[in-house]
């Protein structure tokens, strides 16, 4: 069964620095997600990413998150200047239709220290 | 106001018993979908129920969805122990591009 991949699975990071997690979605998937997890929290929406735009984002994803779809296959996720608080499981997710279907990754989880 | 909420929070059963969650939401739907998420892993999608569904099976899973009152429930008959996991259910919130999770309900299956 095709699966959206993440790595690394476990980030340890300085604050300040910058961090890019990847992903690679389902190949015949057209949307693409991030969404995060802070230890024993609800999984929180980020960003979503269609037709190489980002389609909706939300009051999380600030100026220090980018998202990338760089090749065609690798989705990327990138924090500029990482705060203590951006330590958290992070969950790349595709569909292949709009709100259907979703896949999630493993997911990475990313420590600032 | 929250849009997914679960209940309860935790839930422990004896091992062959059924088990059963609720899930409240705020804004129409298109469909509502159930998650599991065992310890410190990724999420996996259970089962999707339509707006226009009211009840749903797939394997020993059961979903309800009642849209007047803006619930769902997820029943798990006979559980086994292996389905100690926190379920969450998700909503597409009226149609936007993305899912609202709520904060789930952890599970013990005592053997």
């Known amino acids: 069964e095709p699966e959206v991949t993440q790595t690394p699975s476990h980030q340890v990071t300085q604050m300040g620095q910058e961090v890019i997690l990847r992903c690679v979605p389902i190949?015949?998937?057209?949307?693409f997600y991030w969404y995060r997890q802070i230890l024993g929290q609800k999984v929180e929406f980020l960003v979503s990413f269609y037709n190489n735009e980002i389609s909706e984002k939300s009051e999380i994803f600030d100026d220090q998150f980018s998202v990338e779809r760089p090749d065609g296959s690798n989705f990327t996720l990138k924090i500029r200047s990482t705060k203590l608080e951006d330590s958290a499981m992070y969950f790349c997710a595709s569909s292949g239709q709009f709100n259907y279907g979703y896949t999630f990754g493993s997911g990475t989880r990313l420590t600032v220290v | 106001s929250q849009q997914g909420e679960e209940d309860p929070q935790a839930l422990s059963i004896q091992e062959g018993e059924n088990a059963t969650m609720n899930c409240s939401y705020k804004t129409s739907i298109n469909n509502l979908q159930w998650y599991r998420q065992n310890s410190g892993r990724g999420l996996v999608h259970l089962i999707l129920?339509?707006?226009?569904?009211r009840e749903k099976h797939s394997g020993r899973l059961r979903v309800t969805l009642d849209t007047s009152k803006k619930s769902s429930s997820l029943l798990i008959t006979a559980s086994r122990a292996a389905d100690t996991a926190s379920y969450f259910c998700a909503t597409d919130a009226g149609g936007a591009q993305k899912l609202v999770f709520g904060q789930g309900t952890r599970l013990t299956i005592n053997p």
């Open positions: 129920i339509r707006s226009n569904e």
């Open positions: 190949s015949n998937h057209l949307y």
